[in-house]
């Protein structure tokens, strides 16, 4: 079934803002079998809505226009639809009682403006919005099922639930049949000539790849006939080909962070881990508490951007320093090492590199980063060469960086089993 | 003059990936008074990119089309643009001669798909593209110039330069009236009610309020008459007032961050910083240096996130850790006083508190951040309590004390003249 979403927002015009509504719509849809074929952004403009609206309405089953439902004078969704639609508004009793409780409740007075949320265009169903004032609602028009939802993300979310009961009600909606998988420390071009002749030969299944820095993600789509049983054994045989095939870059097939992963690994083996970041300048620490909880297996680190705080917070030899530079091997060696010793961690882990644009050299180029691995056996240091941005050096050099520790602790299946 | 936007590939229309490319062209246009008025996503589907592009070459006289222009088989944005136009593809030697130079300097072998690169519709004009094989495509249409550019934003990106010098020869582009105005550590709600009275009094001045965790972004754009006199005599005083009303909190009238000024005045003060970080986890140091050159005054800092690397790399006291808790006045405060003795710095800086979502108590709720302020005259702290999730309280907290800084450092005049 096909799928279209307009935002509506002068806001998601500017420089610096996005729709992101639109990806947890998505989500729900394409877990249901719908796929999202267009999304559009308009301004708050009766004719722009208008002309847009009739565009997704004649080419879609299943509208949804989120935004501009509010009380305050910009927000003139609901007036547009029905003007567009040829339906009369009127005022929802029912709306009316809840809007007064809830404004009753918040200990506010209600100014006259609010009652315009509870306007409803005849023949349309309102959904009920628990986390504001703005009601969503339900109409049909023609073959298509119209859905207008408030911009908050906080009060769209909770009611995607009625949206899909909606859709169900009145549309033939399937299981979605798809998987993902997640690569780490692997080029985009190496992945993909490396599982291009598996997936190219399942001509039912769509495959997508998507790289971010230092990861990449494999989505698999049925778009096959309807059959079950066939989706299934496709899918499951197409996964198992690739899973073989990408080895132990894989590192999840679950809607799961690597840094997630690894922490998942941490607890459950009981070990713990501290950072010694230079050029990713506290970016690896951001990254490994981004996931709650983090401080059951993340003791800390040191962010020493200066040579100074290499030497005092984290043991480099001032000579070695002097000799190698703070972009070097022995500098990256040291640094791991000295913070798994200095904070009682099980495991250390350090970057020091070049994230530019400047400060490159013949010698020691944009882009070079030296990664260092610390246990109480060894420490190890590897020499990479990242392509891309400052903030792409950065990243992919922390994801290596837990990528590594992520495959070390595989190897070591006596801490997942005691 | 209006400007439509139309990113083409599958993979933006799957719950994980954005068009961010419309957010560069869009700042682009509007310096030169173009106002994107739609922005669509479409799939690499010869039907949909169709449709779609009829509508925006109806509504719009700027449209830009982005991806799709690649070698592989999906990439087909060039051919379906030729045919719906029209016009005939046609091999053009100097793509020609070009692509094989790009190849032979890389040291690849040219294969020949690549040669799909270098077809041109008849009458359109290539665009160079100094960072990739795709070169982009300048056609007119009826009224509207249309243009198909790469999708990678590094290759987009310098290739707006070429754009905008062809609009300016094609269609009268004025000198866009806008201002910008950026302010920390306040509310959006607080911001709005001190200066909606001021600029409603403005009605052919457009004011768009945008926040993010503690930045809030003010844009006035001038939507009056075609009066340059007026229009910059009208932003000028605009702007005056709100600067006054707005006092210490505004940052900056520029496009740059919070962490941008702040280096600024570091680096021309002389003057360095060092962090100490328990939930933000090592945020605030990946901000201040995702600033290039951002060596020249941070010196680094210490991810604390467990309680003995607060007592063993910051020298908290135990006692008073395990008296008032982590997340505690006392211990923010040893926190910025022992990162700036530890590491030479002029200032420290600390935060400490419950991000959440998990961990929060009636006494200590999720939210509640310390935050530690050092130099060599004395130590503060400020006790905060920051609304959302566990992402945006780690962003405001590390905004909230860059910006504490910022507003120290211009209280030392004294350090600016020296």
């Known amino acids: 079934m096909r799928a279209e979403i307009i935002a509506v927002g002068t806001e998601l015009l500017t420089p610096s803002r996005l729709d992101t509504n639109s990806l947890f719509i998505t989500r729900r849809f394409n877990e249901s079998g719908i796929r999202v074929m267009r999304k559009f952004v308009v301004g708050d403009r009766g004719e722009e809505i208008r002309r847009t609206l009739g565009t997704a309405l004649h080419d879609s089953e299943v509208v949804i226009l989120t935004g501009g439902l509010g009380p305050t004078h910009d927000d003139i969704t609901r007036e547009v639809v029905a003007e567009a639609l040829g339906l009369q508004l009127e005022l929802d009793p029912t709306l009316v009682s809840g809007l007064k409780a809830r404004f009753q409740r918040a200990g506010f007075k209600i100014t006259e403006n609010n009652f315009r949320q509870a306007m409803v265009p005849e023949g349309a169903e309102p959904i009920e919005n628990p986390n504001g004032s703005a009601p969503g609602l339900f109409l049909r028009e023609g073959k298509a099922l119209l859905f207008l939802l408030p911009g908050p993300p ?27 998988l997640k690569v780490a420390s692997q080029a985009e071009s190496v992945v993909d000539s490396a599982i291009g002749p598996i997936y190219t030969s399942y001509p039912q299944i769509e ?20 059959d079950q049983g066939l989706a299934e054994s496709q899918l499951e045989e197409l996964q198992s080909r690739l899973v073989e095939k990408l080895g132990e870059s894989l590192f999840t097939d679950q809607e799961e962070s690597l840094e997630e992963v690894v922490g998942g690994i941490l607890r459950k083996s009981g070990k713990s881990v501290a950072t010694a970041e230079s050029c990713t300048g506290g970016l690896m620490g951001k990254i490994l508490t981004d996931v709650p909880g983090s401080s059951d297996y993340f003791r800390g680190g040191v962010v020493c951007y200066s040579n100074n705080l290499k030497v005092d917070l984290v043991g480099v030899d001032r000579e070695v320093l002097e000799r190698f530079g703070a972009v070097s091997e022995s500098v990256a060696r040291q640094m791991a090492c000295g913070i798994r010793e200095r904070t009682g961690a099980d495991f250390g882990l350090s970057v020091t590199g070049i994230a530019g644009p400047e400060g490159g050299s013949p010698e020691k180029p944009v882009g070079l980063v030296f990664i260092g691995f610390s246990d109480d056996q060894e420490t190890k240091v590897r020499k990479e060469r990242f392509p891309g941005t400052r903030e792409a050096i950065r990243m992919r050099a922390c994801r290596h960086a837990l990528d590594w520790l992520r495959r070390a602790l595989l190897k070591s299946p006596n801490w997942l089993t005691s």
Do not use: C, N
């Open 154 to 180: 906080r009060e769209l979310e909770p009611m995607m639930d009625q949206v899909m009961e909606l859709v169900g009600k009145h549309k033939q909606i399937t299981q979605a049949f798809q998987r993902r």
């Open 207 to 226: 495959t997508t790849i998507l790289s971010s820095p230092g990861i990449i993600e494999l989505f698999l789509y049925w778009v096959g006939e309807a």
